[in-house]
T-cell receptor, first 111, second 115 residues
Framework: DADVTQTPRNRITKTGKRIMLECSQT?????MYWYRQDPGLGLRLIYY???????NKGEISDGYSVSRQAQAKFSLSLESAIPNQTALYFC??????????FGPGTRLTVT | AQSVSQHNHHVILSEAASLELGCNYS??????LFWYVQYPGQHLQLLLK??????LVKGIKGFEAEFIKSKFSFNLRKPSVQWSDTAEYFC?????????????FGQGTTLQVKP
């Protein structure tokens, strides 16, 4: 079984809809991250969390919110989706050794 | 602000050719450096990492990278590429002593290896 899972894997939604992307991990790591990947821009950090009570904004948090429901679960929400949020979204985890382990990604299309 | 720059956006090579992908970062202090690979349709996987010690690090699948502190560089190399190396490659940096674990990624380099 995969250590980091993401659901859904693909999603098409309409402008203005609320959508939640979920991430679960079985690695026992405290730290979890959400990134978005856009062609030519690499991965950019949206939010990160060091534990259930510690959530921090990344470089592009506007339009997004997160929830750390448990050590193993970290959800990303788009309160009112807009077309420029169309991207590939990755969740990642790490322990204190900096190496990050990535999930398979969620391809989100906002029409 | 810290940044990572990958100079080659799209590289096309024939099998058995040598590969070098450039990566430069902007941070004058202690850094931890990574190369990740993303095969078509897959998630990112770690190729290699540098934390300290020997600046020439070896990773999986015959890849290596050299950390040159004076040049703020961490270039990825492979002596002889294979068709299966076709993928996107990302350089990433964790900078500073705050132990945040945050990574800053470069823009990525798409490598296409022709059989």
């Amino acid at each position: 079984d995969a250590d980091v899972t993401q659901t859904p894997r693909n999603r098409i939604t309409k402008t203005g809809k609320r959508i939640m992307l979920e991430c679960s991990q079985t690695k026992g790591h405290d730290r979890m991250y959400w990134y978005r990947q856009d062609p030519g821009l690499g991965l950019r950090l949206i939010y990160y969390s060091f534990d259930v009570k510690d959530i921090n904004k990344g470089e592009i948090s506007d339009g997004y919110s997160v929830s750390r429901q448990a050590q193993a679960k970290f959800s990303l929400s788009l309160e009112s989706a807009i077309p420029n949020q169309t991207a590939l979204y990755f969740c990642a985890t790490s322990d204190r050794g900096f190496e990050q382990y990535f999930g398979p990604g969620t391809r989100l299309t906002v029409t | 602000a810290q940044s990572v720059s990958q100079h080659n956006h799209h590289v096309i090579l024939s099998e058995a050719a040598s590969l070098e992908l450039g990566c430069n970062y902007s941070y004058g202090g202690t850094v931890n450096l990574f190369w990740y690979v993303q095969y078509p349709g897959q998630h990112l996987q770690l190729l290699l990492k540098y934390f300290s010690g020997d600046p020439l690090v070896k990773g999986i699948k015959g890849f290596e990278a050299e950390f040159i502190k004076s040049k703020f560089s961490f270039n990825l190399r492979k002596p002889s590429v294979q068709w299966s190396d076709t993928a996107e490659y990302f350089c990433a940096v964790n900078a500073g002593s705050s132990n945040t674990g945050k990574l800053i990624f470069g823009q990525g380099t798409t490598l296409q290896v022709k059989p």
